[in-house]
C-alpha cells in the first residue's frame, strides 16, 4: 500500500507539471511537432538497432551453444568433468571448515570412494528442480506433470535465420519416455521491431506479436493435459440412468505447448515466461538450480521497492498543493 501511495503521488505531480499543449502558441505548436516528427524518425532508427542487436544475438549464440552442449552432457550423465573441471573454491566454505573438520571429510570422502555407494548419474531432476525453483514456473506445474519433467534433458532457445522474420524458437529435448513420442517439443515467439504506425511514441523496442506451440504426441492414457471424469446420465422418458466418461482439460505446465491458444495462459503471461526462458533460466541454469540466481532476483527486485520507498519519502517532503483534484 506505501508503495501505491507513492506512485500515485508521483503521478499527481506529473500531472500537474505536464504542460497543455493546445494552449501554447501557435508558433510554438507548429516547433513541438516538428519534434515530434524527429521523434518518429528516431523510433525508426531505433527500430533498426534492435534488428542488427538480434542478428548479434543470433551469432553469439552459436559461440555459446559448446558450452551448453557440454551442461546438457554433464546434467544428462553422458559425460563425466574431470578433476580439473569440477575444481571449483569457494572463499566462504573454506572460512567456514575449521582444519580438523578438513581432515575429517577428507577421511569421510575416502571412505565414500572405497565403499560400494549409489552414484546417481549426472545431476537427477536438474530442470524440474528449476522449475520448482522459479516461482513463476512452480505456479504453472501440477505434481502430474514432476514425473514427466524428470525426462527432460535440455531447453535451448534458437533465434530466426538471416533475412527471416524476427523470432525465437525454444526446445524442450526430452529423453525417451512412457508418456509421449516426441523427443522435441518447441514453442516458437514471433517478434517485431518496428513502431506502431497508430502510436509510434509507444516503441520500446521488440515486442511479441505471436506464438506457437506444438502437438504433443501423448501415449494412450498419459495424456496430463486432460481428465476424466464419470457422469450420470438419466432417461427423461424411460427413467434408466447410464454412466458416461467425458475428457474434460486439467492444468499442467504442458498446456503451455497447446497449438490452439493455451487453456490457461494469457499472451501476456505467456511472453513473460518465453522471455524469461530465453534471457535467464538458458543463460544461467546452474544459478537457478543451485538457488544463487534467486537471490540476485531478489536483490533487484528490493532495490526497485527501495527506490519507490525512497520516491516516496521525496513526495511526502515536497510541496503538494492540497487544492489539487483529481476527477474520475
Known amino acids: 500500500t506505501e508503495q501505491r501511495t507513492a506512485l500515485l503521488c508521483l503521478t499527481i505531480q506529473m500531472l500537474c507539471r505536464i504542460p497543455n499543449v493546445s494552449a501554447l502558441p501557435k508558433a510554438v505548436k507548429r516547433r513541438v511537432y516538428a519534434l515530434k516528427r524527429l521523434q518518429v524518425q528516431s523510433a525508426h532508427i531505433e527500430a533498426k538497432f534492435y534488428e542488427e542487436v538480434h542478428e548479434l544475438e543470433r551469432k553469439y549464440a552459436g559461440l555459446y551453444q559448446p558450452i551448453f552442449d557440454k551442461r546438457r552432457e554433464v546434467v544428462s550423465g553422458a559425460v563425466e568433468p574431470t578433476d580439473e573441471e569440477c575444481e571449483w573454491h569457494s572463499e566462504g566454505e573454506e572460512e567456514e571448515l575449521a582444519e580438523d573438520l578438513k581432515k575429517k571429510a577428507a577421511l569421510e570422502e575416502k571412505k565414500e570412494e572405497s565403499a560400494p555407494a549409489d552414484d546417481p548419474k549426472g545431476i537427477p ?70 513502431p506502431d504506425p497508430v502510436d509510434p511514441f509507444s516503441f520500446e523496442g521488440p515486442e511479441i506479436v505471436d506464438c506457437e506451440g506444438c502437438k504433443i504426441d501423448w501415449h494412450k492414457g498419459k495424456d496430463v493435459t486432460v481428465k476424466t471424469i464419470k457422469k450420470k446420465q438419466k432417461h427423461k422418458g424411460r427413467g434408466t440412468v447410464r454412466t458416461i466418461t467425458k475428457e474434460v482439460p486439467q492444468d499442467s505446465f504442458f498446456n503451455f505447448f497447446n497449438p490452439d491458444e493455451d487453456l490457461d495462459f494469457t499472451l501476456a503471461t505467456d511472453f513473460e515466461i518465453g522471455h524469461f526462458f530465453r534471457e535467464r533460466i538458458i543463460p544461467r541454469a546452474v544459478l537457478y538450480f543451485t538457488g544463487e540466481a534467486l537471490e540476485d532476483d531478489e536483490s533487484n527486485l528490493s532495490f526497485v521497492f527501495q527506490d519507490l520507498d525512497e520516491e516516496g519519502e521525496e513526495e511526502d517532503e515536497g510541496d503538494l498543493d492540497p487544492t489539487v483534484s483529481i476527477q474520475t
Open 125 to 194: 531432476e536438474f530442470w524440474l528442480t528449476i522449475f520448482k525453483h522459479v516461482d513463476m514456473l512452480g505456479e504453472m506445474l501440477q505434481e502430474h506433470d514432476e514425473p514427466i519433467l524428470k525426462h527432460l534433458q535440455d531447453i535451448k532457445v534458437k533465434f530466426s535465420e538471416p533475412g527471416q522474420p524476427m523470432s525465437f524458437t525454444l526446445e524442450f529435448h526430452f529423453e525417451p519416455n512412457s508418456y509421449f513420442s516426441n523427443a522435441v517439443l518447441t514453442k516458437v515467439y514471433k517478434m517485431k521491431s518496428e
